[in-house]
């Protein structure tokens, strides 16, 4: 057969009483590259009880196939003559590709309710995990009190480390730009009114009390959190826990709880330095706009600003702390063996995490609304 014979176009007849279609010409990939939205309309408007054939001299490839079986709905019509070389192509065609629809289903009251249903399901699942996790570390605090030579001394000195030696030069950098950006924005709004010095009451309250714990807390979910899911996962994947628990080793007890504890241990610390780096950037965005004073910042702080808020701020710390890395640890068990559930679980760690952080600073907001607020 020659070349021009090979690259015959691909053509559709239709006899004059719409009964049979005829199909002539090259039908592969190569024929119809150029030809293809023109062939995808003559094909839908054949009519559906047609009967078709094709010399079997003809040729037809996988992707010609694919679109005669798309036209014809995912099934044989009723009456159709090809030779058997064709008929094997689009047996296999319609053997790998299944029965297509028609049509796609339209989104209706029942799907929603099955997606509300299936939502509420998994979270559920999530839940009792989180709680039978919450639990085993308490337990595992209880053996320990009763064991202390078991203490996992090196884990906890080694997270701490990680959590938060390693976070200070992040963290100070963005608690330095927040101070210096909360600082400018304020001082512009309070020139007009003449009240220059009640940017020191702006900066602390919103500092110590609010913003250094919130900011340390994205910063560390988005940081550590993410770093303890993606560790635990891949010990998931190389079923390095399985073999921890071969060996009579609690994972919890080695694993959980020593990310957990250093984290409670380390975001106290954390919200203290950061808080105090934005500070100390509010004062220099107030000394360039306003021209006041590092004595006089450092005196009035402490008098515009009570004590209490710098506890609530560090009671804060050290409840997002736990909540980040015990969320991050959860995730990381619930990893599978394989890449793609470890990037799902890593995602899912970062975004409940910060979801979760702002849910229990609005609690802390409501339960501590009258402590520390200067009337």
């Not at 906890?156 to 101070?179: D, Q, Y």
Request: net charge neutral.
């Amino acid at each position: 057969m020659n070349a021009s014979v090979q690259n015959q176009p691909p053509e559709i007849r239709v006899d004059s009483d719409a009964a049979t279609v005829r199909l002539s010409g090259d039908w592969t990939l190569r024929a119809l590259s150029g030809v293809i939205e023109t062939i995808r309309k003559d094909l839908a408007a054949v009519p559906a009880e047609a009967a078709w054939s094709m010399d079997p001299s003809q040729r037809l490839d996988s992707f010609g196939a694919t679109l005669l079986w798309q036209a014809w709905g995912a099934t044989w019509p009723r009456l159709v003559e090809i030779g058997e070389n064709q008929r094997r192509v689009i047996d296999r065609v319609s053997a790998s590709a299944g029965r297509l629809p028609t049509a796609p289903d339209r989104f209706g009251l029942l799907d929603a309710i099955t997606m509300l249903g299936a939502a509420l399901l998994t979270f559920r699942a999530h839940a009792i995990d989180f709680i039978a996790l919450f639990g085993r570390i308490f337990l595992d605090l209880a053996h320990l009190a009763r064991h202390p030579r078991e203490w996992p001394l090196l884990e906890i000195s080694a997270n701490l480390h990680k959590v938060g030696v390693k976070a200070m030069p992040v963290t100070a950098l963005v608690g330095f730009l927040i101070g210096v950006v909360l600082s400018y924005l304020s001082s512009l709004q309070l020139k007009l009114f003449g009240a220059d010095i009640f940017i020191v009451n702006i900066l602390g309250l919103g500092i110590i009390r609010e913003l250094g714990p919130v900011l340390v807390s994205v910063l560390v979910a988005g940081r550590s959190g993410s770093a303890m899911t993606a560790q635990l996962g891949v010990m998931r994947v190389t079923e390095e826990i399985d073999a921890l628990a071969a060996m009579g080793i609690s994972r919890t007890l080695r694993l959980v709880l020593p990310k957990v504890l250093a984290l409670t241990l380390a975001m106290p610390l954390l919200v203290l330095w950061t808080s105090s780096v934005a500070l100390f950037g509010g004062w220099v965005s107030a000394w360039v706009e306003l021209d006041l004073s590092l004595g006089f910042f450092v005196e009035t702080l402490p008098t515009v600003v009570p004590i209490a808020n710098l506890f609530i701020g560090l009671g804060k710390g050290a409840a997002f702390g736990f909540l980040i890395a015990l969320i991050a640890c959860h995730f990381g068990l619930r990893v599978r063996p394989n890449t793609e559930s470890l990037s799902a679980n890593t995602t899912a760690s970062v975004v409940s995490a910060i979801t979760m952080v702002i849910l229990v600073d609005a609690v802390f907001a409501i339960a501590t609304r009258n402590i520390g607020v200067p009337v």
